[in-house]
């Protein structure tokens, strides 16, 4: 009896590890879930569970979530799920664009102002995040302020391990 009361002691709290699931719903209503060790998403859809694509995904709440390889990087639901603290309100909510937008300048950042990298991992996402910010501008009563979008464009500048600069990538422009 005292060595399965020792067994039991000595176990890992299974509790522990659900701590932080995540999951949301896409546009068309497939359930999107991040496991909290490995940052892996998987869509699941119709009782069928797969790996969720790569790419920028706009989730029925209206928030945005990237992937990279199968891996989701955090946003802010993530975040708060697993009990981080979320960002304070950003300095940029309600900031009138002037010139070009954040995503704008992500899609060149990335892809190239040529379009010379138009075959990088990144460049396809940012330009789901464009076409999100543009959206979300057209559909705005003030077209000039920045979205919710435009501030993940921000913040994805900072990743810039996967955002990666089209001059880092060594790619070289032939005219």
Not at 2 to 20: D, E, H, N, W
Not at 104 to 129: F, H, I, M, W, Y
Request: net charge neutral; hydrophobic share 35%; glycine share 8%.
């Amino acid at each position: 009896m005292t060595r399965l009361i020792l067994l039991i002691l000595l176990m890992p709290p299974v509790l522990a590890f659900s701590a932080g699931n995540w999951s949301s719903r896409l546009q068309n209503g497939a359930t999107v879930s991040v496991d909290p060790a490995t940052n892996r998403a998987t869509i699941t859809r119709d009782g069928v569970t797969s790996q969720l694509w790569d790419g920028a995904h706009r989730m029925q709440d209206g928030s945005i979530l990237i992937t990279n390889h199968g891996v989701a990087i955090p946003n802010e639901s993530i975040l708060e799920s697993r009990e981080l603290q979320p960002p304070e309100t950003e300095e940029w909510q309600g900031v009138r664009i002037v010139g070009t937008s954040p995503c704008e300048k992500l899609v060149r950042r990335v892809c190239g102002d040529e379009n010379q990298c138009k075959d990088a991992e990144a460049c396809s996402p940012s330009r789901q995040l464009l076409e999100m910010e543009t959206g979300e501008r057209n559909a705005s009563k003030n077209r000039g302020l920045m979205t919710y979008t435009s501030g993940q464009c921000l913040k994805a500048t900072n990743h810039r391990e996967f955002f990666t600069s089209c001059a880092k990538a060594g790619v070289t422009v032939t005219k």
